[in-house]
């Protein structure tokens, strides 16, 4: 499997260095993006393959079910560098229809890790239980997921990493998407955060 995945990669490679010489050379001389990305672990959602960015143009991070947990020092950690040292204008949270994550919340299950991780989508599925009652179960997932999205949106814009910034004048702004497996789209759940403020509009 190892000789498969270095056969894989030499070849990508060589086929970047044909298509542009000089992309490796500038790929190493700056991290300078503009994106900061919190998805899914999820193998399908690759954050710069999804966005149709090059590497070098955004800064991810990734967990299981993109949950944003304020005591989340991985994240934290992350999301001050992304802000405070690499300057990133947009931050984005992303989620995706048919979630793994999501839809185990949904469970009458609480054993594991991994349950744990995601009890705060569990108590998000409990606050909005009318909303996703007449729901199919799919459905109920995709919905979820969205509101799992505008959730930590909102999180994100309470830590003290982004009040700062924002205290400062910093031109940083949040925004909340939702990635479509089906129809393999990004779209966006309008719930923009810049400053203080928060957009919330009626998501897809």
Sequence with gaps: M???????????????????????????????????????????????????????????????????HSSDMNLLSALEYAVEALGVRHIIVCGHHGCGGVRASLADR???????????????????????LD????????????????????????????RAAWRRGAPVAIHGLIYSLEGDLLSDLGCSCAGHHIQTETAP
């Design 135 to 162: 729901l199919d179960e799919a459905a109920q997932v995709d919905r979820l997921a969205e509101l799992n999205v505008m959730e930590g949106v909102t999180r994100v814009a309470e830590t003290p990493i982004l």
């Design 2 to 68: 190892l000789s498969d995945l270095f056969a894989r990669n030499r070849a990508w490679s060589a086929g970047m260095t044909a298509a542009d010489p000089d992309y490796f050379r500038r790929l190493s001389d700056l991290q300078a993006p503009e994106f900061f990305w919190i998805g899914c672990s999820d193998s399908r959602v690759p954050a710069n393959v999804v966005a149709g960015l090059d590497p070098g143009e955004v800064f991810v991070h990734r967990n299981v079910a993109n949950v944003v």
């Design 110 to 132: 609480t054993e594991g890790l991994a349950n744990h991780w995601i009890e705060p989508i569990r108590r998000l599925a409990h606050r909005n239980a009318r909303q996703l």
